[in-house]
């Protein structure tokens, strides 16, 4: 499995940007798709999970400004960010869970958030 993430950037406080996910290659069943960031100098961390459901938790810190959606058919997750703040600045993962429990990861794509 191969996840493709782009639509990383610069953007200045207050601003948007969405990010995008694609995945390819021999695709399992999937339970659930998510975003993860990592900050400079700390550790990964959950962003937010969506489910085959289509059911979306998000972590606290994001709630109200990110939005996670899926396309089923294309295999794809975005996340829309509004209201950045400087420390929304990371390196987002897409991150997908296979029905079995086994992860798969993108290569990552840069979000700063700077005036």
């Known amino acids: 499995v191969q996840l493709q993430a782009s639509g990383g950037g610069l953007v200045q406080p207050g601003g948007s940007l969405s990010l995008s996910c694609a995945a390819s290659?021999?695709?399992?069943?999937?339970?659930?798709m998510a975003w993860y960031r990592q900050p400079p100098g700390k550790q990964r961390e959950l962003v937010a999970i969506i489910r085959s459901s289509g059911t979306a938790t998000y972590v606290d810190s994001v709630k109200g400004r990110f939005t996670i959606s899926r396309d089923n058919a294309n295999n794809a997750i975005y996340l829309q960010m509004s209201s950045l703040k400087p420390e929304d600045t990371a390196v987002y993962y897409c991150?997908?869970?296979?029905?079995?429990?086994?992860?798969?990861w993108g290569q990552g794509t840069l979000v700063t958030v700077s005036s």
């Open positions: 991150n997908l869970v296979s029905d079995g429990g086994v992860p798969f």
């Open positions: 290659g021999s695709i399992p069943i999937i339970n659930y």
